[in-house]
């Protein structure tokens, strides 16, 4: 690239703007071109969830309680929904593939809880330790760690889709939701059951224990685990090797010792600690958490304005996009005008080129941070060469301040 040792991703004679239809088809969704990669990654996800399906089901199917199965699920889906529409609303600059979203919250449902019961299995077996010494340093030592994996996994074989810190917390995040979710289900239906250490069972007994775990604690796991995506996610940014090397072990660690924490806190001092923790502990640092989830967010808003301004310099695209590739509601603007002018279709058109500057602003941005990963100029190029085809496709509003629904700039005085 020129100014950046040398390389370019393809000299642009500009975004030559014209009217949607020109050329005889339009270029394939980005989508689609992602459904096509990393197909033995997917198979292994696949056949992973489908070995903790059977593991999760068998134990399920032992515990001998349709009735209280039904009510633990239920009650354990409740705080899914807003869990998720929250790590989405953080998601909104660079959405994450929704297949993608959806192997991390299997993951944690599925792959994690059963690696993670199988772990704690043995540990009973061999060394049959004690209830603090199971819930306080073998839950989180291994819990943390069967959720983790999935975080690390994508920053081997799917690297491209993790551009920094809150993709980390994305992704940790949607794992950490699918292990709460199993995680209720068993803990709901044995509160259901009733038995030794926990009552006579029953709705109440079921109900007290969503209001501690869906209510008042929902965020939990998805809170510890999300220390792993931070150090993915800082791996992913940072130029130092020995930082690429040291932040996620550093951000498991972190997880384990705050979920060894909240599980010790409800077993010392007979659970006296339970609430103090609660209030004192881990409420501050949730939002703690969520602040700094924001604040990466608009920060991500910032560098991508400076990366695709620079591409914009370089001829890549037309100044006059950026707004309406930056900005979410000019983008949702972007959309609008384009389905009123040209239908679903159109509108296709706008979301995927506004989808592949993005990417583009985000790989860009790490070659002006100095870290571009190896293949940065095949990649660059592709995108480059994406936006050219879609470009004939797509018109974009007056630039701010105008009215949208006039007619496009280049087209005043045809």
Known sequence: MDGAGGIDYGRSSGPSPGRPGTPSSPPPMTAARRRRESAAFTIFLSLALLIGAVVMALVLIGSGA?????????????????????????????????????????????????????????????????ELVSSAVVAPVTEEAAKGLFVVLLLFARRHELDGILDGIVYAGMVGIGFAFTENILYLAAAYMGGEGIGPGGIEAATGTFVVRGIFSPFAHPFFTAAIGIGVGYAVITHRPLWRFLAPLLGYGVAVVGHAFWNGS?????????????????????????????????REGLLLTRALTDCADRGYLGHEEVPWLVRLPGRRASRRFARMHGGPTAARMMGDYQQQAVELGFLHARLLRGNAPADFARRGQAMVDHLRALRPFVVFPQPAGRNIGTRPRWEAGR
Do not use: C, H, K
Request: no cysteine.
């Open 266 to 298: 409800a077993l010392l001092a007979g659970g006296q600690l339970f609430v103090l923790t609660y209030v004192f502990a881990m409420v501050p640092a949730f939002f703690v958490l969520v602040g700094f989830a924001v604040w990466a967010r608009s």
């Open 66 to 130: 349709p009735n209280a199965l039904a009510i633990g699920v239920v009650l354990a889906a409740l705080p899914v929904g807003p869990l998720i529409a929250s790590f989405l609303w953080l998601d909104r600059y660079e959405p994450e593939p929704l297949g993608l979203l959806g192997f991390a919250f299997g993951w944690g449902a599925l792959v994690a809880t059963a690696a993670a019961l199988l772990l704690q299995g043995i540990d009973q077996f061999a060394f049959d330790s004690s």
